[in-house]
């Protein structure tokens, strides 16, 4: 059983950043995030393998950057350049196996979620 919980979530201005957090107590395979806006279904923001390797969604087009604070047992999400449509739930993931990183269902790990909105 993996345990992640997210922080870091808030309100910021379009053009802003944050920084999520995961708590993890295990690192998997891969690690991952994920958001949800009302009415849409949920989509993959990122994801980093045990080896290293990161993902990126379509969407993220270098504004954001996955990494690991292994001192802290952390992943993290660092967002910059933030826009009104990056407003969503953040979900952390994590997956004891491969697989296509976006694939919803290979996630047997999931953290509650922070809200992120950006308004002006």
């Known amino acids: 059983q993996v345990h992640l919980v997210e922080s870091g979530g808030g309100s910021v201005q379009p053009g802003g950043s944050l920084t999520l957090s995961c708590a993890v107590s295990?690192?998997?395979?891969?690690m991952g995030w994920f958001r949800q806006a009302p009415g849409k279904e949920r989509e993959g923001v990122a994801s980093?393998?045990?080896?290293?390797?990161?993902y990126y969604g379509e969407f993220v087009r270098g504004r954001f950057t996955i990494s690991k604070d292994n001192s802290k047992n952390t992943l993290v999400l660092r967002m910059n350049s933030l826009k009104p449509e990056d407003t969503a739930m953040y979900y952390c993931?994590?997956?004891?196996?491969?697989?296509?990183?976006?694939?919803?269902?290979?996630?047997?790990?999931w953290g509650q979620g922070t809200q992120v909105t950006v308004s002006s």
């Open positions: 993931a994590a997956k004891p196996y491969g697989g296509a990183w976006e694939t919803l269902a290979f996630y047997e790990w």
């Open positions: 980093m393998s045990s080896g290293g390797s990161t």
């Open positions: 295990a690192y998997t395979r891969c």
